[in-house]
């Protein structure tokens, strides 16, 4: 499968604690973005990477939230000290540079903080 | 108010039946358009772009009016496999990033 794949796709959390997800974009896709979904609402833009440099930051990603590209390729997103309020899908999609606007959508990961 | 609008629905129709989803845009900058179609519990996939001289893709046909930022979407001879949640998304070039409505509801009955 050469789509996007993200791990894991369920997470269950206690309040307090720090999540890790992981997502592999398409191999020749140079743009990375993370998104959050929760429920009746369409995906939310968190921020985005072209290589490892990360481009742009929205206000939804609090200081809580770290996302990272190190070499590239796949990128990781942490939620420290979670909260009720993060419980929601992280989708991850990849685009090329030369069409940045199709983006690729991985299965995304589920999280509930309980 | 929000950036892209959308009834939320739910749009119940029986099969066979032709649907039409409409949904604004606050952002003049906006670049591109499209329909995403989000299947319950599962990821957006990209049904089509839209573009202002309107396209068809086999039995969708969307059509984008710039003037009143407006886009729209056609779906004609409704199958049970078209139920789904169908996402209008808007790119705006400067901040490289999709902007989502709430997506608009479809359920297909025998």
């Known amino acids: 499968d050469t789509g996007v794949s993200q791990n894991p796709r369920h997470k269950i959390t206690k309040r307090g604690q720090n999540v890790t997800f992981r997502c592999d974009p398409i191999?020749?896709?140079?743009?990375l973005y993370w998104y959050r979904q929760t429920l009746g609402q369409g995906p939310e833009f968190l921020t985005y990477f072209q290589n490892e440099a990360q481009l742009e930051k929205s206000r939804l990603l609090s200081d809580r939230f770290s996302a990272e590209r190190p070499k590239g390729s796949f990128s990781t997103l942490e939620i420290q000290r979670t909260e009720q309020g993060d419980s929601a899908m992280y989708l991850c999609?990849?685009?090329?540079?030369?069409?940045?606007?199709?983006?690729?959508f991985g299965p995304g990961t589920r999280l509930t903080v309980t | 108010r929000k950036e892209v609008e959308q009834d939320p629905g739910p749009f119940n129709v029986p099969e066979g039946a032709t649907v039409a989803f409409n949904c604004t845009y606050s952002n003049s900058a906006s670049q591109s358009f499209f329909w995403y179609r989000q299947d319950c519990r599962k990821e957006p996939k990209l049904l089509m772009s839209v573009y202002s001289s309107g396209n068809e893709d086999g039995k969708f046909t969307a059509q984008l009016n710039r003037a009143s930022q407006y886009i729209s979407l056609l779906i004609r001879d409704s199958k049970l496999s078209d139920s789904a949640t169908y996402l209008c998304v808007v790119y705006t070039g400067t901040a490289s990033k999709l902007t989502f409505g709430t997506g608009t509801r479809l359920q297909v009955t025998l």
């Open positions: 191999s020749e896709h140079n743009r």
């Open positions: 999609a990849s685009s090329s540079r030369v069409e940045s606007s199709e983006q690729y």
